[in-house]
Nanobody, 117 residues
Framework: QVQLVESGGGLVQAGGSLRLSCAAS???????MGWSRQAPGNQRQPVAW??????????GSVKDRFVITRDNGDSGKNPVHLQMNDLKAEDTAVHSC?????????WGKGTLVTVSS
C-alpha cells in the first residue's frame, strides 16, 4: 500500500504561480508518478506524468506553463513537484497526485487549486 500526501494548493490570481508537492508516506519503489485534476462538473483529466528516470509528459494546455519534477533520493519518499506558472481560471480544479507501482495506481486525496480572474 502506498499513501500519498499532497501539499501546495490554494487561491491565486490569474497569471500567478503555485507549486504542488506530493510524497509517499514510506519507503516505496515507485515507478511513475503524476498529477490529474478534476474541475466541478467535469471528469478527471491527466495533467502531468513523470517516470522514475525522469521522462515527462504534460497535457497540451499546460505544457508551456507547468513543469513536473521528481526526487528519487535515498529517502524513498519520491517527492514529485508540479510547478504551475501563468495560471488561468480554467486551471481551477482539485489536483490529485498518483503513483504507479507494480501495475497498481495509488491516489492522494487531492488539493484544491482556485484561480481567480
Amino acid at each position: 500500500q502506498v499513501q500519498l500526501v499532497e501539499s501546495g494548493g490554494g487561491l491565486v490570481q490569474a497569471g500567478g504561480s503555485l507549486r504542488l508537492s506530493c510524497a509517499a508516506s514510506g519507503r516505496d519503489y515507485i515507478e511513475a508518478m503524476g498529477w490529474s485534476r478534476q474541475a466541478p462538473g467535469n471528469q478527471r483529466q491527466p495533467v502531468a506524468w513523470i517516470s522514475r528516470v525522469g521522462r515527462t509528459s504534460l497535457e497540451g494546455s499546460v505544457k508551456d506553463r507547468f513543469v513536473i519534477t521528481r526526487d528519487n533520493g535515498d529517502s524513498g519518499k519520491n517527492p514529485v513537484h508540479l510547478q504551475m506558472n501563468d495560471l488561468k481560471a480554467e486551471d481551477t480544479a482539485v489536483h490529485s497526485c498518483y503513483a504507479e507501482k507494480y501495475d497498481v495506481t495509488y491516489w492522494g486525496k487531492g488539493t484544491l487549486v482556485t484561480v481567480s480572474s
